[in-house]
């Protein structure tokens, strides 16, 4: 069955990082990006990365946002640092064959919170 | 990267046609065929309905159909049903490896 299954949700303080997982089932080799959905808000394109581990990401988010791949786990990480309660999130992971998000993981929540 | 511009709200009655405009610019909807549209019920992880500006994936009915013209997407749903009522988002390449969604649209089925 082809499923993206995330990791559980997270509270932080302000000033933290948070790492979020994405185990693949059912394929492997994709491009994966990732979305967050801000609570009330829209949906946010945060960047990707590819089977080689290169990776492209939102200029917002460019200096505190790393994502990696663990092949052997069919894994992907999203980790986002220098919290802030604007970080407070829905974090989706995506896979994208060619030009759509076409399987996407059930969502982590991030709340970061003093 | 500035969000792309989706109407706050949709409404039609059943068996009714409503279409979602999605404005960019001619650097991201203007530039490429590379606009998707995706269905989002509240609390859910959003679902692909268009890619490539017209495409369906498999399984999506042909109720919904994509457009674009100029900087301008447009996703139309026809005979509208109860369970289209949802939150419609559009999303474009737009170059260098970046991508933008819009703001979003609720559909509300009268």
């Known amino acids: 069955q082809v499923q993206l299954v995330q990791s559980g949700a997270e509270v932080k303080k302000p000033g933290a990082s948070v790492k979020v997982s994405c185990k693949a089932s059912g394929f492997n080799g994709y491009y994966m990006h990732w979305v967050r959905q801000a609570p009330g808000q829209g949906l946010e394109w945060m960047g990707w990365i590819n089977p080689k581990n290169g990776s492209n990401y939102a200029q917002k988010f460019q200096g505190r946002l790393t994502m990696t791949r663990d092949t052997s786990a069919n894994t992907a990480y999203m980790e986002l640092g220098r919290l802030t309660s604007d970080d407070t999130a829905v974090y989706y992971c995506a896979r994208v064959p060619a030009w759509g998000m076409d399987v996407w993981g059930q969502g982590t929540t991030v709340t970061v919170s003093s | ?110």
């Open chain 2, 1 to 110: 990267q500035s969000a792309l511009t989706q109407p706050p709200s949709a409404s039609g009655s059943p068996g009714q046609s409503v279409t979602i405009s999605c404005t960019g610019t001619s650097s991201d909807v203007g530039a490429y065929n590379y606009v998707s549209w995706y269905q989002q019920y509240p609390g859910k992880a959003p679902k692909l309905m268009i890619y490539d500006v017209t495409k369906r994936p498999s399984g999506v009915p042909d109720r919904f159909s994509g457009s674009k013209s100029g900087n301008t997407a447009s996703l139309t749903v026809s005979g509208l049903q109860a369970e289209d009522e949802a939150y419609y988002y559009c999303c474009s390449y737009a170059g260098s490896n970046k991508f933008v969604f819009g703001t979003g649209t609720k559909v509300t089925v009268l």
